[in-house]
């Protein structure tokens, strides 16, 4: 269970995603899955996903792309 919510911004470059997550004092976790650099996708998604959770116990969490 989170204790603040969690949200998922999904959006061009340049839109104002973080700065809107940083204005508000969100947490800001960003993420750029790269198949070559990184290998196992789901893996690389769970430990964003607890992350988040663990970050959301303080503040609430915004999740780019």
Do not use: Q, W
């Amino acid at each position: 269970m989170t204790k603040h919510p969690i949200i998922i911004l999904e959006g061009a470059d340049g839109t104002g995603k973080t700065t809107l997550a940083k204005e508000l004092g969100f947490a800001y976790i960003h993420c750029t899955y790269n198949e070559n650099l990184i290998g196992n996708m789901t893996g690389y998604f769970i430990g964003v996903l607890s992350a988040a959770v663990h970050l959301s116990a303080h503040r609430p969490v915004v999740i780019d792309r």
